[in-house]
C-alpha cells in the first residue's frame, strides 16, 4: 500500500515562497508518476503540476514561471517550489501518485491511484 503524506503548508503574504514536500511510503518513488492538486473553498479540485514516471514536467498555466515541481528519488519525496504567491493560490494542495507508465506527465485526477490527505496553503494579500 502506497502511503502519501504532504508538509510545508502554511500562511504566506502574496510575493512569498513556500515549499510543499510529499513523502511517499510503501513503494519506491521511481515506480510513479506524481502531481500535485488543489482545492479552493467551493471549487473543484484542479491539477496544479505534474512529473512523469520520466523526468517531463507540466504546469498549469495559473503557475507556470511560479511554481517548480522535482522529485528525489533516493529520498522518496516530490516536491513543489511555489514563489510569488497570489492570494489566489489559496487552497489545500494534494500529492498524488500514478502507476501509469507514461513519459507524459498525467493530468486527470481519475488517473492517480493514491492521494495524500492535503496541506493548506493560505496567500494573504
Known amino acids: 500500500q502506497v502511503q502519501l503524506v504532504e508538509s510545508g503548508g502554511g500562511l504566506v503574504q502574496a510575493g512569498g515562497s513556500l515549499r510543499l514536500s510529499c513523502a511517499v511510503s510503501?513503494?519506491?518513488?521511481?515506480?510513479?508518476?506524481m502531481g500535485w492538486f488543489r482545492q479552493a473553498p467551493g471549487k473543484e479540485r484542479e491539477f496544479v503540476a505534474g512529473?512523469?514516471?520520466?523526468?517531463?514536467?507540466l504546469y498549469a498555466r495559473s503557475v507556470k514561471g511560479r511554481f517548480t515541481i522535482s522529485r528525489d528519488n533516493a529520498k522518496n519525496t516530490v516536491y513543489l517550489q511555489m514563489n510569488n504567491l497570489r492570494p489566489e493560490d489559496t487552497a489545500v494542495y494534494y500529492c498524488?501518485?500514478?502507476?501509469?507508465?507514461?513519459?507524459?506527465?498525467?493530468?486527470?485526477?481519475?488517473?492517480?491511484?493514491?492521494w495524500g490527505q492535503g496541506t493548506q496553503v493560505t496567500v494573504s494579500s
Open positions: 498524488a501518485a500514478t502507476g501509469a507508465k507514461t513519459l507524459v506527465v498525467v493530468t486527470t485526477m481519475q488517473k492517480y491511484d493514491y
Open positions: 510503501g513503494r519506491t518513488l521511481s515506480m510513479y508518476g
Open positions: 512529473i512523469s514516471f520520466g523526468t517531463s514536467t
